[in-house]
């Protein structure tokens, strides 16, 4: 039997993926996180997806691991999560009204081949109010999330359009990394 194994802690693409009914483990992956900030977008979270899986993989050679990683980019900028109120406010303000990318890339190991790609989606924001702002950030939701905000939870009243895949927002461009896990070989039941 093929063993599935999600290599992350984010219970975002968890439930991503539980959703598939696919059977899965998880087993977070604990490397370093930092980057060349030289790198683009598309490398950088193709590395931190990278790591990610093959940390896991080289504990689990006979499985299928993926591993992936989000980053949010305005202007040229990988904007992180907030470390404070004050940082999530002047985060959403500079989103405010604008348009701008996520990007995340995933990593697939299998027992014999290795497969990496990354999806782009850009996200188009109302034009916020202070209120609004302030509203979300007392949700508390900003906190964990890159761009601060989260497209899945009350940050979705912030978005006015995307362009791209939905998914690869919450974390996880699922419909893709099924297609790359069958054509690795993995025995998906649909």
Known sequence: MQTLILASSSPRRKELLENLKLPFEVFSSDVDESYNPELTPEEIVMELALRKAKFVAEKHPSAYVIG???????DGQVLGKP??????????KSLSGRTHAVYTGVSIFTPT???????????????????????????????????????????????KKINGDYFSVVGLPVSKTVRMLKKLGYQAPY
Request: proline share 2%; hydrophobic share 40%; net charge negative.
């Open 68 to 74: 992936s990683d989000t980053v949010v980019v305005a």
């Open 83 to 92: 470390e404070n109120t004050d940082e999530a406010v002047s985060t959403l």
């Open 113 to 159: 081949e290795h497969i990496e790609f990354y999806e782009k989606t850009e996200v188009v924001f109302w034009d916020l109010t202070d209120d609004e702002i302030n509203g979300y950030v007392a949700t508390g939701e900003p906190f964990d999330k890159a761009g601060a905000y989260g497209i899945q939870g009350f940050g979705s009243m912030l978005v």
